[in-house]
Every structure is written in C-alpha cells, then in structure tokens.
C-alpha cells in the first residue's frame, strides 16, 4: 500500500514538474535564420568593402603629399557635383555625364545586337556543318587577333561618319566570341542525340530548335557575356578617336581641361556599368544553365 501511494506521489510530481516546466518560446527558429543570413550577408560584403578600403587607404597615401593625382577627398567633392546634376545640356559636345554614358551604351547595344544576329548563327552553321568549319577557320583565326581600334579607319572611310564607325568597331571586336563559343557548344552536342535525330528523320529546323538550341544555350550565353564586356572595353577607346557625345569622348574633353578628378570618375563609372551588363548576363547564364542542376 505504501508502495502504492508513493509511485502515485511521484506521478504527481512528474507532473507538476512538467507542468512548470517553460513552453518553447515561438519565433526562435526564425532568429537563428535571421541570424545565418546576417552572417551570410556579413561574409559576402564585408572582403568586398575592405578591398574597397584598401584601395582608398592606397590612393590617400600616395597623394597625401600633393602631385598630379588628385586625393580621394576632391574626387568625392567633383563627383558630388557632377552627379548632382547628370543629365544637363548646355550644348552639343556639353551634356552630362549621364548623356555621356546612354550614348556609350547605345552604340554598344547598336554594335552588339548587329554582331549577335550574325555572330550566333554563323557559330550554329560552323558547329553543324564541318567542310564550313574548315574553310572558315583561317579566316577567322587570320582576323581574331586584330585590334578592335584597327578596324576603326576602316569604317571611318566606309561610312564617313564617326557614329557608324564606331558601331563598326564594336560589331567587329564583339563577334567573334560569340561564333566559337557557339560552335564549340554544337561540336559538343552528344552525337547520340543527332543519332536519334537522323532515325526519327526530323528536319533541320526541328534538329536545331529542340536538340541543339537548348544544348547550345550555355556556351551562346559564355560567348554573349565575353562579348559585352569587350564591346563596353572598345567603344571608350572608339569614342577617344571620333569624338561626339560619349563616355570616351567625355574622358579625352576632361583631359583636354585638365580635369583629373573627373577622369577618375569616369574611371569608376565605366567599371561600374560593365560591371553592371557583366554580372546581369551572368545571372542569365546561370539560370540557363542546366549541366549544374
């Protein structure tokens, strides 16, 4: 009996014990992933800023005792200014460096799409057809290596005027890329699916819309982003030489002035915005990626 009683009192303790014991506070899970994801955050940002740290620590100690160079303080107080106002027009060859930079990407854009409608389909016929391949290749390894501003005379005495040579200029350094990494992307295509391809008789449209395209699409992409990043590298340079409104045409005019800050400005702008059209096309690259997944 006694026996009995007791094991009944410890029920009842264990019990109150576990009626007193405190509930599970809600919400916890989600601060831990609050927290992963600052950490996440914190690590992705913070090497990125001190790099940006010490390339500024860098340029302050080297003209911290006057020169050529201006310091990064008066850099800031010319890019205050000049952002404050970006879009202004006192002129033709007087515009912001807002105007600057949309006239930059326009021809670009211009000279890109040019070289892309040719480019990509020229890359499918020399990855498809092999007697093509051979008899292109020299010709392209003959040109590939020339100097994007070499073809520059070349479409000043075309088209006599500066803005279509320097679309020229970028049509010309922009193909390329885009024609061997899109030939590559066919020769690599597993022959056993052009196997089945030729058993089931599907026409040449059909082969390349649902066997090839899809197959080819990353390496397209590799070249589309090589591409870009070489078209926004030459029209700076193009831009120098014919002048107009443009980014490079706007570097060479501060130089004229001697206005070295500016030059640094847009110095940084110009990486900004390929840094910008580089990672965009990355981004898409990898959402067509399908060897990853």
């Known amino acids: 009996m006694r026996a009995e009683l007791a094991a009944r009192g410890k029920s009842r303790t264990v019990k109150v014990v576990a009626a007193d014991a405190p509930a599970a506070v809600p919400g916890r899970g989600g601060g831990a992933r609050l927290g992963e994801w ?4 914190m690590q992705a940002s913070l090497p990125p800023l001190a790099g940006l740290a010490l390339l500024i620590g860098l340029w302050h100690l080297a003209t911290m005792n006057g020169g050529g160079i201006p310091t990064p303080g008066k850099t800031w107080d010319a890019a205050v200014a000049i952002f404050a106002d970006p879009f202004y027009r006192a002129g033709p060859n007087d515009q912001g460096i807002g105007w600057n930079v949309l006239a930059s990407l326009q021809r670009v854009a211009i000279g890109f799409g040019i070289a892309a409608l040719v480019g ?7 990855g498809r057809f092999a007697v093509l391949s051979r008899m292109m290749n020299p010709i392209i390894s003959l040109l590939r290596p020339v100097s994007p501003l070499a073809w520059l005379p070349i479409g000043l005495l ?3 005027r500066a803005d279509p040579a320097a679309t020229w200029t970028i049509f010309i350094c922009s193909i390329w890329p885009m024609i061997l990494n899109t030939a590559q992307g066919v020769t ?17 449209w059909k082969v ?29 340079a193009a831009e120098m030489l014919t002048g107009g409104v443009g980014i490079g045409f706007w570097v060479w005019d501060e130089w ?5 800050e500016h030059i640094i400005i847009a110095i ?26």
């Not at 990509?120 to 020399?126: N, R, S, T, V």
């Open 188 to 204: 690599r295509v597993p022959q056993d699916y052009l196997n089945v391809a030729r058993v089931l008789n599907l026409s040449e």
């Open 38 to 41: 600052m950490r996440a955050l």
């Open 208 to 236: 390349f819309t649902k066997i090839l395209f899809p197959a080819v699409l990353p390496y397209m992409l590799t070249g589309i982003r090589l591409s870009i990043g070489t078209a926004w590298l030459v029209i700076v």
């Open 158 to 160: 075309v088209f006599q």
């Open 256 to 260: 004229n002035n001697l206005k070295v």
């Open 268 to 293: 940084f702008v110009i990486g900004i915005v390929g840094l910008i059209l580089e990672q965009a096309l990355m981004l898409v690259a990898r959402r067509f990626n399908y060897e990853s997944r």
């Open 120 to 126: 990509i389909p020229a890359g499918f016929l020399l």
